[in-house]
């Protein structure tokens, strides 16, 4: 285990708390390393890495809606290669490719280099459109124009509470439905 | 959407989740309610019981069933965390299966061959295996649920083992009013209970479990 896993699964057990910045510092280091990753198999495999920003993104909302399934006493490597290798292989089911796809192949994760610009993405995009409309103003409004839940819930005129289960529901309807999307 | 900013919102919903663990006590505890709801509506314990349990035969089944149940609450956990090997527990298996072995080369040793088939047919073989299955259903019901929250890589394998878990539950409360005391009673009725869970716990998992 290296410095890197050590420090991710510190600040995994600190996110499993409830600390927010914890939580967004390790999703802003991993999400790198899965786009590495990700693209390096895709090239592999002959597939467009245009589409790898979509995995990393199907990845990310796995981690999250799943983190309760990691164990500070277990490595974070193994779960977080598992994660991703299977999204990958959804990802490319979906497109009709077979996918045989060794969970070996994503050993080098956690070696991954830090820093990797995100591409574009269009999966989690359309999808996010079909969702209901609290929903999706509620993700917009927290993701993308940075809003706090608490301006959030006075501009929509909604509880706190409300918005936060809107915006947890949002995501677990938005992993489902890219599931779904054959 | 951009990462960055998907990410931005996944941290804003950075709230404490139950565990596997405690969220698989909850909805088991729901399940075994259900269970027992429906053994008192339908069944009652046999005459004698707890003293019962003093006898060999009586214990085996709780024995095998309720260390079957064990094992299945372990394997499934293990086979719904996403990186974690079941394999090596699955040697786990051979508790319940070799005090049942145990109990049937006693019972094949000590009694007459011509009791064998009789105490193999039983009185209620039918019913123990309806029973079984009804009293697992809710059990079963509840388990998927909980898993569902897991991320199972194999997610028939992960059903299977909450219909183990299920049939095992089930058996347990069917052997309170069970009168067929003989191991190989145990081994075909019980078993062909459990391993009818099981697989449905397999199908119905290979839909409801993949994330």
Redesign the interface.
């Known amino acids: 285990m290296d410095d890197r896993e050590r420090r991710w699964m510190q600040l995994m057990q600190a996110a499993l708390a409830g600390d927010q910045p914890s939580y967004e510092r390790l999703l802003r280091e991993i999400a790198p390393a899965i786009r590495s990753v990700v693209e390096r198999r895709l090239r592999q495999m002959g597939a467009p890495t245009g589409e790898s920003e979509d995995v990393v993104q199907e990845t990310l909302l796995a981690v999250h809606l799943k983190r309760h399934t990691w164990r500070p006493s277990d490595p974070l490597g193994p779960w977080l290669r598992t994660i991703a290798r299977n999204k990958l292989v959804d990802h490319l089911r979906r497109r009709g490719r077979r996918a045989e796809v060794p969970v070996e192949d994503f050993a080098d994760l956690l070696a991954a280099p830090e820093e990797r610009p995100s591409t574009e993405a269009d999966d989690v995009e359309r999808h996010l459109a079909l969702l209901p409309d609290k929903q999706r103003s509620v993700i917009r409004s927290i993701a993308v124009e940075g809003a706090s839940v608490g301006e959030t819930a006075e501009r929509m005129r909604m509880t706190p509470g409300a918005v936060r289960v809107a915006l947890h529901r949002a995501f677990a309807s938005l992993s489902a439905r890219l599931k779904a999307d054959e | ?20 663990e405690s ?1 698989l006590a909850l909805a088991l505890a729901a399940g075994l309610a259900g269970a027992v709801a429906l053994f008192a509506m339908i069944l009652s314990p046999r005459a004698g019981m707890p003293g019962l349990l003093m006898e060999p035969r009586v214990l085996m089944k709780f024995v095998v069933s309720l260390s079957l149940a064990a094992v299945s609450v372990w394997l499934a956990l293990r086979l ?5 090997d079941a394999r090596p527990l699955a040697w786990a298996l051979a508790v319940p299966g070799s005090v049942l072995a145990v109990g049937v080369a006693a019972e094949l040793l000590v009694t007459p061959a011509q009791g064998w088939m009789p105490g193999l047919v039983g009185h209620n073989a039918v019913y123990c295996l309806s029973l079984v299955t009804l009293m697992g259903a809710p059990v079963l019901a509840a388990a998927l649920f909980a898993l569902k ?3 199972p ?1 194999h997610p028939a394998w992960a059903g299977a083992a909450g219909g183990a878990l299920a049939g095992s539950l089930g058996a347990a409360l069917y052997a309170l009013h069970c009168v067929d005391d003989s191991p190989l009673f145990v081994l075909t009725w019980y078993g062909l209970a459990i391993g009818f869970m099981t697989a449905a716990g397999a199908l119905i998992g290979r839909r409801t479990l ?2």
């Open positions: 959407m951009k990462t960055d900013d998907l990410i931005r919102g996944l941290a804003a919903d950075a709230q404490r989740q139950r565990s596997l969220g719904a965390r996403p990186g974690a929250r897991g991320a890589e993949s994330w």
